[in-house]
């Protein structure tokens, strides 16, 4: 089993950063690959990153690319996202997963946080 809790949403204007934190609790996090969602108003949740679990590879929805930064610290259990530059329809509840394939998909992954608002004003 494997615990996640989100931190570090916020309000900010367009143009500004925020780091999110996803805090992992429980077994063998260094062996969980993890992923950040994002869910807009209105909107499917969708995949924003991922993070293998030894960090060596990650993987990038478009619209972030260059702007988003997925991070793992495995001696802190913990998975980080930066986001600069940031854009209104950047909006959403964000949430970290912890899975055991690297995917895209929300059914590769077995273990959800309660996420963390982002709002970001134009």
């Known amino acids: 089993q494997v615990q996640l809790v989100e931190s570090g949403g916020g309000l900010v204007q367009a143009g500004g950063s925020l780091r999110l934190s996803c805090a992992a609790s429980?077994?063998?996090?260094?062996?969980?690959?993890m992923g950040w969602f994002r869910q807009g108003p209105g909107k499917e949740r969708e995949f924003v990153a991922s993070?293998?679990?030894?960090?060596?590879?990650?993987t990038y929805v478009d619209s972030v690319k260059g702007r988003f930064t997925i991070s793992r610290d495995n001696s802190q259990n913990t998975v980080y996202l930066q986001m600069n530059s940031l854009k209104p329809e950047d909006t959403a509840i964000y949430y970290c997963?912890?899975?055991?394939?690297?995917?895209?998909?929300?059914?590769?992954?077995?273990?959800w946080g309660q996420g963390t608002q982002v709002t970001v004003s134009s």
């Open positions: 997963a912890a899975g055991s394939f690297a995917a895209m998909r929300q059914g590769e992954y077995d273990y």
């Open positions: 993070v293998t679990w030894s960090g060596a590879m990650t």
């Open positions: 429980g077994r063998s996090f260094s062996r969980y690959v």
